[in-house]
C-alpha cells in the first residue's frame, strides 16, 4: 500500500520536473539562434563574396628535365700529338673558334710532294693532249696519263682533309667543360677532348598521358619552377613526339626556354603546368558556396540584403575555385557561409 501511495507521489513530481527541462532546453536553443542573428535587427550574418572578373587559366601538371640546346663531344678523328690548346674550361667560345691543334707537319710534307707531283703530270697532260690533237700519241695513252693527274688531285684533297682534321673547331658557340687532354697528349682517334654545350636556350622536357595524342600542343605556353629559384618560369611548346612510350603509355613534350640571362642550368628538375585553356574575363567562385541539389547547383545569392537561391551552370573546376557559365554576372553577391540556416527571402549581412 505504501508503495503505491510513492507511485502516485512521484508520477506527478516527475512530469513537473520533465516539463520544467524541456522548457529551459528550448528556451536556451532559442538563446542560440537569437545570438547568431545581427544585433541590429533579424536575419542571419554570412561571409559574402562579391563576383569579378578574373583569369583563368587550366593545364596539365608534369615533371621535366631542362635540357641544353645544343650539346656535343669535341673528338678528335685521326692520330697525332697535341701542340696546341686555345680555350680555357668554362669559358664561352664562338663558332668556328680553333680549340686544339694536333701536329700536322707530316702530312703537310706529304702534301707538299703530292703537289709536285700534280704539277708534273699537269705539263706531261697538256703535251699529251697536243700530240693528241696531232695524233702522235694514242687514246689510251692519253687517258692514262690524264688518269695519273686525276689520283694524284685526288690524293691532294685526301690530304687536306686529313689536315682539317688536326684543328678541332666548335660546332656552334657555347661553353666548354673540362678538358681531357694536356699539351704533349698523343691523341688516339675518337678520343673525347671536351664537351661544348650551348645553354643559351634551354629545352624543357617532359611527358602526358597518351591520352591528348589528339591534341596539338605546338605553341601552347608552359609554366615552370625549378629547385634553385622562387621564381616561375616560362616556356613554349615547339615539338611533340609523333610516337606514344610503349612501356609509360605518355608522349613526350619540348618546350624551349630562352636562357640568355643563364639564370638556369642543363640538368635542373622541373615542376610544370601546361597550359591548355585560358580565359581573360570568368567569373569564379569559392567552392564552399555552392548547393548540390536533385536537379542541379544553386547559390545563394544576396539582392537588397535579402537571400535569394539562383541556379547556376559551372565549367572549370579548381580545388577552390569553381567557374560560373550561367546564372550570375560581374558585381553579384553570394553568401559563402551560412547556408544551412539560410531560407528564402532572409535578411543577410555580411560579417
Known amino acids: 500500500m505504501n508503495t503505491k501511495k510513492m507511485i502516485y507521489i512521484s508520477l506527478p513530481v516527475f512530469a513537473i520536473l520533465l516539463f520544467v527541462g524541456n522548457k529551459m532546453f528550448f528556451s536556451k536553443s532559442e538563446q542560440t539562434l537569437e545570438d547568431q ?4 535587427g533579424g536575419g542571419i550574418i554570412a561571409k559574402l563574396y562579391v563576383l569579378e572578373p578574373n583569369s583563368l587559366s587550366s593545364g596539365i601538371n608534369a615533371i621535366g628535365t631542362l635540357l641544353p640546346n645544343e650539346e656535343v663531344e669535341l673528338i678528335c678523328e685521326i692520330a697525332g700529338k697535341v701542340v696546341g690548346i686555345y680555350f ?3 669559358k664561352n667560345v664562338l663558332a668556328g673558334q680553333l680549340l686544339l691543334k694536333v701536329d700536322d707537319a707530316e702530312l703537310q710534307a706529304q702534301l707538299r710532294r703530292t703537289e709536285y707531283q700534280l704539277n708534273l703530270v699537269s705539263e706531261r697532260l697538256n703535251r699529251q693532249r697536243i700530240l693528241l690533237e696531232k695524233d702522235a700519241v694514242s687514246r689510251e ?5 690524264q688518269t695519273d693527274y686525276n689520283i694524284l688531285q685526288t690524293d691532294i684533297d685526301l690530304l687536306k682533309t686529313k ?3 688536326t684543328e678541332i673547331k666548335a660546332p656552334f658557340s657555347g661553353t666548354v667543360g673540362f678538358r681531357n687532354v694536356s699539351m704533349g697528349t698523343f691523341l688516339h682517334p675518337n678520343t673525347v677532348i671536351a664537351k661544348l654545350v650551348d645553354q643559351s636556350k634551354l ?6 598521358p597518351e591520352k591528348y595524342a589528339s591534341t596539338n600542343f605546338t605553341g601552347n605556353r608552359i609554366k615552370f619552377q625549378t629547385e634553385s629559384s622562387p621564381l616561375e618560369f616560362e616556356s613554349v611548346v615547339y615539338a611533340v613526339d609523333p610516337k ?10 619540348r618546350g624551349i626556354y630562352d636562357n640568355t640571362n643563364k639564370k638556369l642550368l642543363p640538368g635542373m628538375f622541373a615542376r610544370i603546368n601546361l597550359i591548355i585553356c585560358q580565359s ?30 539562383q541556379p547556376i551552370t559551372t565549367g572549370f573546376r579548381s580545388n577552390n575555385q569553381v567557374e560560373v557559365l550561367v546564372g550570375l554576372q560581374s558585381g553579384d553577391t553570394i553568401m559563402v557561409t551560412g ?3 539560410v531560407r528564402e527571402g532572409v535578411a543577410v549581412r555580411g560579417e
Open 280 to 309: 581573360g574575363n570568368v567569373l569564379l567562385i569559392p567552392t564552399e558556396s555552392i548547393v548540390q541539389e536533385m536537379d542541379g547547383k544553386k547559390v545563394w545569392r544576396v539582392l537588397d540584403g535579402k537571400a535569394q537561391s
Open 163 to 165: 689536315i682539317s682534321k
Open 37 to 40: 542573428k545581427p544585433k541590429g
Open 339 to 341: 547556408l544551412m540556416q
Open 88 to 90: 680555357d674550361e668554362g
Open 244 to 253: 606514344v612510350k610503349e612501356d609509360t603509355k605518355t608522349i613526350t613534350v
Open 141 to 145: 695513252e692519253f687517258d692514262q696519263v
Open 203 to 208: 629545352k624543357l622536357e617532359f611527358s602526358i
